[in-house]
């Protein structure tokens, strides 16, 4: 498979790392000269220096021949550009990162198959988290019949208490699987002789219906959450102020330009905004936080952001949750105070990676703190997997099977489930073992 990105900032370059380390033949198109010669020393592609809407750059990285074309630079008009020249080229499919709403009208006349909006994407993840009140993901699988919930696992937790095995023994009932920890910055796919750690990073799989059993087995304790303090006045920000007001919670703006305060305070009459610096502990301390706020760092720099979260969980805040840019940040996150954290870019990657992996994939999650997946994958009628339990598949140790639903029905599965046609399967995979658990369940 023939792939070309447009853009090697923080979503084009991680999707070429992943993607290219998958061993898919991918090319990289980077206007920068500085950003195109550190990507090309880090990854195993070839990576072109020069303006990626231009034929003759599209030529070079023979976009006649490209199976997909992706555009995520910072500029939508460079995005649909570059898609609609591939697409004159014979590109056979092309995706763009679009903000611009009256832009996103017509794209599609213009050559773009596909357009992702990593903002809004992002807001409604802030959404689920925020609503559960305590978990640190929360994404949904076989519309939302399925949730993958994450979460920091507390010291006394029930899930704990010795093996996975074990500890399914001793419920009558249970509606759940563990994925995989993050422990220490490196991932553990789970088994039934795993033992989780208080301090673990777990990724349990459950029917929506238990969602609340999930957390409470990882120890987290849910708060009802009534307001939200959102520092920043970027488009993430915003779109996020307007999913709370409409959601019935109470919404704080914090900003320190008095420019961008006006902007707010006219956009968003039902939101408070206050203009001062979201650092400075007296400017979060006068809100008197409470258990019941959650202090959203969504401005367009990472310090700040770590910075306002730590000060609103220092000043009372009962949930902090950060977004990040930078991917190295990750792994600093988790232990610092931080309860979550949120990537628009990663998110953006997650939608794109759905169209890259083989087979009948529905769709794709990626991690924060993690480079393994989660896939949401249909069974084709003929493949190796048909009419065989879970257990005689010959799947990689590194891949767990998360959940199934079947005709409306939706289940965790057990070693003894029997895979059917048209089954969709979840399952977790580090990036080595994508390729052969997809062919798995694909004629």
């Known amino acids: 498979m023939h792939i070309i ?46 303006n990626g809407a231009s034929v003759h750059m599209l030529e070079q990285a023979r976009a006649q ?24 080229l014979g590109a056979k499919m092309t995706i763009a990162r679009i903000e611009d709403g009256e832009l996103r009208e017509g794209a599609d006349r213009l050559g773009v198959d596909l357009i992702i909006d990593p903002s809004a994407s992002a ?22 019949q399925l949730v993958m919930v994450g979460g920091m696992v507390a010291p006394g937790s029930p899930i704990t208490g010795g093996p996975l095995r074990q500890l399914r023994l001793r419920q009558a009932e249970w509606g759940w699987v563990v994925a995989a920890l993050v422990r220490d910055g490196r991932t553990i796919v789970a088994h039934g002789d795993t033992v989780v750690r208080p301090g673990d990073h777990a990724l349990l799989m459950t029917t929506s219906d238990h ?25 993430l920000a915003e779109i996020t102020a307007d999913v709370m007001l409409e959601s019935g919670m109470s919404v704080v703006i914090v900003d320190e330009s008095d420019d961008r305060c006006a902007h707010l305070a006219d956009r968003h009459p039902g ?30 720099w990472d310090e700040v952001n770590l910075l306002a979260c730590l000060v609103g969980k220092a000043s009372g805040a009962g949930f902090v949750i950060s977004r990040f840019n930078r ?22 990657a997650s939608a794109i990676l759905r169209f890259v992996r083989q087979g009948e994939v529905e769709q794709v999650a990626t991690f924060s703190d993690t480079d393994a997946e989660a896939i949401e ?15 005689e598949l010959d799947l990689p140790v590194g891949v767990i099977i998360g959940g199934i639903s079947r005709n409306g029905t939706t289940f965790v599965p057990d070693g003894s489930t029997v895979v059917r046609p048209g089954d969709h399967i979840i399952f977790f995979a580090v990036p080595r073992d994508i390729a052969k658990s997809s062919a798995i369940f694909t004629a």
């Open 123 to 144: 807001a409604e993840e802030l959404m689920g988290i925020v609503g559960l009140g305590g978990a640190s993901e929360l994404i949904q699988f076989a519309d939302g």
């Open 65 to 88: 021949d490209a199976d997909l074309l992706i555009a995520v630079t910072s500029s939508d008009g460079a995005n649909i550009l570059a898609c609609h020249t591939a697409t004159q």
């Open 5 to 50: 990105i447009v853009g090697a900032g923080a979503v084009g370059s991680y999707l070429a790392e992943r993607l290219s380390t998958g061993g898919l033949d991918v090319v990289v198109i980077e206007d920068a000269e500085t950003q195109a010669a550190e990507l090309q020393e880090s990854i195993d592609a070839l990576v072109l220096q020069g």
């Open 377 to 391: 994958i249909e069974v084709q009628d003929g493949s190796p997997a048909v009419d065989k339990s879970l257990l």
């Open 271 to 300: 939101a408070l905004v206050i203009c001062g610096d979201p650092t400075d502990p007296d400017v979060l301390g006068d809100l008197d936080l409470g258990p019941k706020d959650v202090v959203m760092g969504l401005t367009g």
């Open 211 to 235: 969602v609340d059993d999930s957390t409470r087995l990882l120890g987290v304790k849910r708060r009802n959450l009534d307001r939200a303090v959102i520092v920043g006045g970027t488009r």
């Open 327 to 348: 991917i190295s940040y990750v792994g600093l996150l988790a232990g610092v105070g931080i309860d979550a954290a949120v990537s628009a870019r990663l998110i953006a």
